[in-house]
Nanobody
Framework: QVQLVESGGGLVQAGGSLRLSCAASGRTFVGYLMGWFRQTPGKEREFVSRINWSSGITNYADSVKGRFTISRDKSGNTVYLQMNSLKPEDTAVYYC??????????????????WGQGTQVTVSS
């Protein structure tokens, strides 16, 4: 059974950094897209970033480009989201997800097959 478990969230001041981790288990993720999404109360879940597990090709939302970096550790089956220069508007629950089709853009919620439970990130001003 596939499990995605996020960790690393917390409270940080504006301008600070956090690194989120997503521990993936239950199958091989070769050929998958691994994504990060976020959601705030009353808003739709939004795309943050994704990485092709095999090729390492990445994609980012404009709102985080240049500040966030997604990466993966194949041997540890873990996906990371390094978040720098954090802003109060980055406050959200962050979710890790896996999409079995590596040829999609990877920004659509409906394309993802598996989801983690989320980790809270709070950025104070």
């Amino acid at each position: 059974q596939v499990q995605l478990v996020e960790s690393g969230g917390g409270l940080v001041q504006a301008g600070g950094s956090l690194r989120l981790s997503c521990a993936a288990s239950g199958r091989t993720f070769v050929g998958y897209l691994m994504g990060w999404f976020r959601q705030t109360p009353g808003k739709e879940r939004e795309f943050v970033s994704r990485i092709n597990w095999s090729s390492g090709i990445t994609n980012y939302a404009d709102s985080v480009k240049g500040r966030f970096t997604i990466s993966r550790d194949k041997s540890g089956n873990t996906v990371y989201l390094q978040m720098n220069s954090l802003k109060p508007e980055d406050t959200a629950v962050y979710y890790c997800a896996a999409d079995s089709n590596p040829y999609r853009l990877g920004s659509m919620i409906r394309d993802y097959d598996y989801w983690g439970q989320g980790t809270q990130v709070t950025v104070s001003s």
